[in-house]
């Protein structure tokens, strides 16, 4: 089964930008929809945005429309997640996921899972 794992998470100021980066390993991430999550202290874990094996199809939760974006390197293996305009309320550990269903991205569960990156925004 295919191992992802996370990075580029850190302490920013509010209306800073990050780049977090999730790498698949064991299996080719062209086999996969993927999607970024995040899970705050005390909160439900979120899909933040999704997509499909080659980017043609995209989901964005309304909480981060606009100012994050997701996109894929199948030929490094690669999912990446630019967020800018940061908030203090972004601040999460942040998660990569895979599936193998690429249908309707944004809906349904997510079988594989990185350990997360954790990113704070302070105001």
């Known amino acids: 089964q295919v191992q992802l794992a996370e990075s580029g998470g850190g302490l920013v100021q509010a209306g800073a930008s990050l780049r977090l980066s999730c790498v698949a390993s064991?299996?080719?991430?062209?086999?996969?929809?993927m999607a970024w999550f995040r899970q705050a202290p005390g909160k439900e874990r979120q899909l933040l945005t999704a997509?499909?094996?080659?980017?043609?199809?995209?989901y964005y939760a309304d909480s981060v429309k606009g100012r994050f974006t997701i996109s894929r390197d199948n030929a490094k293996n690669t999912l990446y997640l630019q967020m800018n305009s940061l908030k203090p309320e972004d601040t999460a550990a942040y998660y990569c996921?895979?599936?193998?269903?690429?249908?309707?991205?944004?809906?349904?569960?997510?079988?594989?899972w990185g350990q997360g990156t954790q990113v704070t925004v302070s105001s």
């Open positions: 996921a895979a599936r193998y269903n690429n249908a309707d991205v944004g809906r349904g569960s997510y079988d594989y």
């Open positions: 064991r299996r080719p991430l062209s086999s996969y929809a």
């Open positions: 997509i499909n094996w080659n980017g043609g199809r995209l």
